[in-house]
């Protein structure tokens, strides 16, 4: 079993950076694929970045490319997001997920089994 537990998330003014930081429990964690996620009221939850394990391979929304960055330390189990620039339309829940399989599609919920309780992200214009 793994548990998730983001942390990390404020309010922010536009433009501003902030990082969310996921740490895990669990012997297996360095050879997870890990996403992050978001949910804005009223929407959907949509995929934002996910690290694979090997050679720290790593996909972004469209919507983040360029702004935010993903990244592990394998020996703390804790994958980050770094979010700069943010933008108004950036405000949600983010929930770091992990895959077990690295399955390949890294972008659906459907390829990630644990979730974390989610950390909110205000970002002001």
Same mark, same amino acid.
């Given at each position: 079993?793994?548990?998730?537990?983001?942390?990390?998330?404020?309010?922010?003014?536009? =433009?501003?950076?902030?990082?969310?930081?996921?740490?895990?429990?669990?012997?297996?964690?360095?050879?997870?694929?890990?996403?992050?996620?978001?949910?804005?009221?009223?929407?959907?939850?949509?995929?934002?970045?996910?690290?694979?394990?090997?050679?720290?391979?790593?996909?972004?929304?469209?919507?983040?490319?360029?702004?935010?960055?993903?990244?592990?330390?394998?020996?703390?189990?804790?994958?980050?997001?770094?979010?700069? =620039?943010?933008?108004?339309?950036?405000?949600?829940?983010?929930?770091?997920?992990?895959?077990?399989?690295?399955?390949?599609?890294?972008?659906?919920?459907?390829?990630?089994?644990?979730?974390?309780?989610?950390?909110?992200?205000?970002?002001?214009?």
């Amino acid at each position: 079993q793994v548990q998730l537990v983001e942390s990390g998330g404020g309010l922010v003014q536009a =433009g501003a950076s902030l990082r969310l930081s996921c740490a895990a429990s669990g012997r297996t964690f360095s050879s997870y694929a890990m996403g992050w996620f978001r949910q804005a009221p009223g929407k959907e939850r949509e995929f934002v970045a996910a690290i694979r394990w090997s050679y720290g391979i790593t996909y972004y929304a469209d919507s983040v490319k360029g702004r935010f960055t993903i990244s592990r330390d394998n020996a703390k189990k804790t994958v980050y997001l770094q979010m700069n =620039g943010l933008k108004p339309e950036d405000t949600a829940v983010y929930y770091c997920a992990a895959d077990p399989r690295s399955r390949p599609t890294y972008y659906s919920m459907t390829a990630y089994d644990y979730w974390g309780q989610g950390t909110r992200v205000t970002v002001s214009s």
